[in-house]
């Protein structure tokens, strides 16, 4: 997956009869040039694909390149596909929105001359329509998700289908669950519409590496993804190769604007 330092951003609030500017810790200059707006509990399937470079390049924006991942399961990786059940979602009125479904699909990138490796989304489908990046087709959805723990180890069912704007994709997969990896990280994320608007994620995660680095797994014991039409056709083209399965069945994320 996409990865960067972890940063802490715990918040501490003293409730005390003392002045507002004597118990209010000062901003970042990080923090105080970002704007909060929202958060998420979510499951997820993160896929890794080797794809044609040629195929993404003709996404890219100007002034962007592609940088594909170097370390970690995904080593090798030009593409990443997220499949997202999302269970709980705030506002920043603190109000819970309706959860939704989604995938989207994104390109491991920098820009000329900056040695800060980003996530750029090119394409997406959901019931929601565009979202913030603008870069997803309205579609349908069709998700279920089954473990049974009568096994040990337990085994994990996944379907996933997403049809809209003359797209279609699905992913039927089949897995041991294996140890699972804690981790607290933040990702910056651009949309390849607007590629001036980004947000930043700082997550906390449970993954399980069900495949890595292209190797066979024996705990992946089945698995099937198709995605056709629009932006999809050139991308799987028959010539793509699975790099990393990732398992996420706990992912949870505060999201920042940065301040324009």
């Given at each position: 997956m996409f990865?960067f330092n972890?940063?802490?951003?715990a918040?501490t609030?003293?409730?005390?009869?003392?002045?507002i500017?004597a118990?209010?810790?000062m901003?970042?200059?990080?923090?105080a040039?970002?704007?909060f707006?929202?958060?998420?509990?979510?499951?997820r399937?993160v896929?890794?694909y080797k794809?044609s470079t040629?195929?993404?390049?003709?996404?890219l924006p100007?002034?962007w390149?592609?940088?594909p991942?170097t370390e970690?399961?995904?080593?090798?990786?030009?593409l990443?596909?997220?499949?997202?059940d999302?269970?709980?979602?705030v506002?920043?009125?603190g109000?819970?929105?309706?959860p939704y479904?989604?995938?989207?699909?994104?390109i491991?990138?920098h820009?000329k001359?900056?040695s800060?490796d980003v996530?750029?989304l090119f394409?997406?489908l959901?019931r929601?329509?565009?979202?913030?990046?603008?870069?997803?087709e309205?579609?349908?959805?069709d998700?279920?998700?089954?473990?049974?723990?009568?096994?040990n180890?337990?085994v994990?069912?996944?379907?996933?289908?997403?049809e809209?704007?003359?797209?279609k994709?699905?992913?039927?997969a089949e897995?041991?669950?294996?140890?699972l990896?804690?981790?607290?990280a933040?990702?910056?994320?651009?949309s390849?519409?607007?590629?001036?608007?980004?947000?930043i994620?700082?997550?906390?995660?449970a993954?399980?590496?069900v495949?890595?680095?292209?190797a066979?797994s024996?705990r992946?014991?089945?698995?099937?993804?198709?995605?056709e039409?629009?932006?999809?056709?050139a991308?799987f083209?028959?010539s793509q190769?699975?790099?990393?399965?990732v398992?996420?069945p706990?992912y949870?994320?505060?999201?920042?604007?940065?301040?324009?």
């Amino acid at each position: 997956m996409f990865k960067f330092n972890p940063v802490d951003i715990a918040l501490t609030v003293a409730l005390i009869a003392t002045p507002i500017m004597a118990m209010t810790p000062m901003p970042t200059p990080a923090e105080a040039a970002e704007n909060f707006s929202g958060s998420n509990t979510d499951v997820r399937t993160v896929l890794a694909y080797k794809a044609s470079t040629a195929a993404l390049e003709k996404f890219l924006p100007e002034g962007w390149e592609l940088s594909p991942i170097t370390e970690g399961p995904s080593a090798g990786a030009n593409l990443q596909v997220e499949f997202v059940d999302q269970l709980f979602a705030v506002g920043t009125d603190g109000k819970v929105g309706a959860p939704y479904r989604y995938v989207l699909f994104g390109i491991p990138v920098h820009k000329k001359g900056s040695s800060e490796d980003v996530l750029m989304l090119f394409d997406g489908l959901s019931r929601g329509g565009a979202g913030p990046y603008e870069i997803a087709e309205k579609a349908t959805d069709d998700v279920t998700r089954s473990v049974k723990y009568s096994l040990n180890p337990s085994v994990v069912t996944e379907s996933w289908t997403f049809e809209g704007g003359g797209e279609k994709v699905s992913l039927q997969a089949e897995f041991e669950r294996g140890p699972l990896k804690t981790e607290k990280a933040e990702s910056h994320v651009y949309s390849q519409l607007k590629p001036s608007f980004s947000r930043i994620y700082r997550y906390n995660e449970a993954a399980d590496v069900v495949r890595a680095e292209g190797a066979k797994s024996e705990r992946l014991r089945s698995f099937s993804l198709k995605a056709e039409g629009g932006k999809l056709a050139a991308v799987f083209d028959g010539s793509q190769s699975l790099v990393s399965v990732v398992s996420l069945p706990v992912y949870s994320r505060d999201i920042f604007v940065p301040a324009p």
